[in-house]
């Protein structure tokens, strides 16, 4: 099996800052992309940004430029630096890894449990 576990939430006011880390463990051949998603009460998960294992990143465009994605491939770790923090951001963040459990199969979505982040005005 494979864990995603994450930490780092919390409560914040605007316009401040916090950073998620999620680390992945267990038995797997290769990590591809990992990211994060959040959940918002009422709203559909959406994405917030995904990074490759070469480097690459993806950003939601509402949190360009305030939030930065970052990949440890030694250590299997994603973290969420997000600066510039506004009420809208506040959600149950998950962490995502696009996981190859053995070489001859095809990848598959794996999430951690949700760290809630919350803004305050």
């Known amino acids: 099996q494979v864990q995603l576990v994450e930490s780092g939430g919390g409560l914040v006011q605007a316009g401040g800052s916090l950073r998620l880390s999620c680390a992945a463990s267990?038995?797997?051949?290769?990590?591809?992309?990992m990211g994060w998603y959040r959940q918002a009460p009422g709203k559909q998960r959406e994405l917030v940004a995904t990074?490759?294992?070469?480097?690459?990143?993806n950003y939601a465009d509402s949190v360009k430029g305030r939030f930065t994605i970052s990949r440890d491939n030694a250590k299997n770790t994603v973290d969420l630096q997000m600066n510039s923090l506004k009420p809208e951001d506040t959600a149950v963040y998950y962490c995502?890894?696009?996981?190859?459990?053995?070489?001859?199969?095809?990848?598959?979505?794996?999430w951690g449990q949700g760290t809630q982040v919350t803004v305050t005005v």
């Open positions: 995502n890894a696009v996981v190859i459990r053995r070489y001859y199969q095809s990848p598959r979505d794996y």
């Open positions: 267990g038995s797997y051949y290769s990590i591809n992309a």
């Open positions: 990074i490759t294992s070469g480097g690459s990143t």
